[in-house]
């Protein structure tokens, strides 16, 4: 499904395409392998969603928590309230009735409760504390009790140091432990905020729990994103809401608590491209010189640069398509001109440069670097299948809604697919480099994928890709020599069988890079491919991919299925995952391995390490590319290493473009 709203914006009248793709046929007969690509389930009907019925997904404000600095007299005054709270504890006259420390007081309704390490208090008629004689079942989890805090509906929250017990105004007690969700058990301190949600300070973070909230309820604050250090010893919320102070093993720490909307996220990430990011115009990713105060940073070359740099240029142009602003036109362009910078710096046609650098650069003359032939920078050989995809990704959606309404780019953007599609046809599908040689992803070609036993991890994915490459060229440059080569593929070799399997499923193996690879591929090719019974292998090759995917949440694979399959995607859980992710695009180390909250996978995943069951919300864990393994429980590093806005923004103009999410209110 896409909704068009090009005829809206003056720059969208399109210059004349002679070819109808939406008529386009393939030529000849073909069969499909008797197999079963919808992973084998019974009822497919069991995995609709409700998505048709409630797209657009408004884009209403949401709130995210960022760590800030605090000012001067700040610190005072939060230090105050801080210290106020300990004096009255430390001065409690029930303190010295008990000869005891006393580690919270809370009166409910017309009972006085005091927490004491010993064990819970409650005064009696005569104003006499009396121990609580029940633990366990019928009192707090615990004789050990660090915090007491009470809401307006008369609920007692009693902290302990394996969980969370709760007095309910009925007089009933429960309990709160990893397995109702709390990520830590050892609770030093609770404060509930106007809204009744409480802030909880444990040795390991601050805990968000909202119990009267219907959706999520939990919200694991810790690492330096949030944090200045983990251990939570007191928490103090103004009652204005707008922050949280935490005091910590370190100082006062502040979280603040921001609101905005998609659009406004979109402008910042976009913001953040364009300071951090741009090298040569290529969009990478960067280490800063100070992560608290960062005043440069350097962007070191990757051997991905191409595919990285498609994800902006399809976000860029897709933005444009959306809205007609000439700034996202400006910057697809500018990322655009750093791909093709990269397709010509060999100075032989068709072999891709996979990054370049300047001459005098001290990877000049290392293995694998090459000088330009104006001598003037050095280019990465060996070039892989993932970059050709980025490029392939990116010639699509920078002609669909750039390009081809400018006759100059259109001129150039025709002659650069034919150079290189004509390169790899030529070849026999193979990618070659300035030595003759394949490189050693570079294949596509049928003895590989339908005849190579070692082929059968790429077999799906590489026929997906060709296909998509071909498709493209012939959308692009209408020369029929490329819809003559991708008839061939599908009638003679079939290439359609093998993306019915595009995605391999084995519990262990789940290859999140490749996922990835699969989507930038078979976007453009879900757009184009109109011949009915193609389509129908392409929706069921997708339904299948999608299923191992969709408990990810991740926003591009499910908009990019859904643009096919919408009634098998939730749309809510990939808009779900924009407003989670931080817009704090540093990587600082997060640390999920010791909840008491999480579920290991019985199996490790394709590098042998430990993953995740479920995964954790976007912002409880590091998220740069759409490539990386969203299940692993620790990740990230020191804040040095920033990346992600390129994918982030890729997924929400997608969603924009094709009307799963709406406009700004």
Known sequence: MRILLLLFFVPFLALSQSIDIKKVRIDGDFTLPNTVPPLDYDNDYKFRTQSKSYIPVKDQSFTEHERTSISASELDQVSAQFASKKNNLDESVYGKKLKSQVTGIQMVG??????????????????????????????????????LAKDSKGTLWVGTPIGLSVL???????????????????VLCIEVTNEDELWIGTDAGAILYKSYTDGRQWFYRAGKRYLINDEVLEVFVPAEDSAVYFLTGAGISKLSIKSRTLAEKAQIMEDMVNKWHRRLGLVAACELDDPENPTSTTIPDSPNDGLWTS???????????????KKYLESAKKGMDAMIMLQNASGIPGVIARSVLPADHPKNGTKGWLLTPDKKMIWRDDTSSDEIDGHFFAFYAYWEHIARHNPEEAALIKKQVSQMMNTIVDNNYQLLDWNGERTKWGFWNPEALNHDPNSYLESGLNAAQILSFLKVAYYITEDPKFKKHYDKLIVDHGYLGNVLLEKKVFPDMNNHSDNQLGYCALYPLLQLEHDPRARVALQKAVRRHHRTLSRDGSSFFHFAAATIDLEYVEISDAVNF???????????????????????????????????????????????????????????????????????????????????IGGEE
Not at 168 to 186: F, R, V
Not at 635 to 648: F, L, M, N, T
């Open 578 to 660: 924009l407003r989670q992710m931080p817009t704090d695009r540093r990587q600082w180390k997060m640390k999920n391995s010791h909840r008491a909250d999480i579920t290991w996978h019985p199996y490790q995943d394709r590098f042998d390490k430990d993953q995740l069951l479920y995964v954790l919300s976007a912002d409880e864990r590091n998220f740069d590319r759409w490539n990386k393994n969203p299940y692993y429980a620790d990740s990230g590093r020191g804040g040095q290493y920033v990346d992600g806005e390129a994918s982030w923004l890729l997924a929400y103009w997608m969603g924009r473009y094709h009307g799963f």
């Open 311 to 325: 994800y902006h240029v399809v976000a860029m142009s897709l933005a444009y398509g959306t809205t007609g602003d």
């Open 168 to 186: 309910k105004s009925d007089g009933t007690w429960t309990a709160i432990q990893g397995a109702q969700g709390l990520p830590i058990e050892n």
């Open 110 to 147: 017309s009972s006085t409760w005091i927490g004491t390490p010993e064990g819970l208090f409650n005064l009696d008629n005569k104003g006499k504390p009396q121990l609580h004689k029940n633990y366990g079942v019928g009192g707090p989890l615990s004789t050990q009790i660090n915090a």
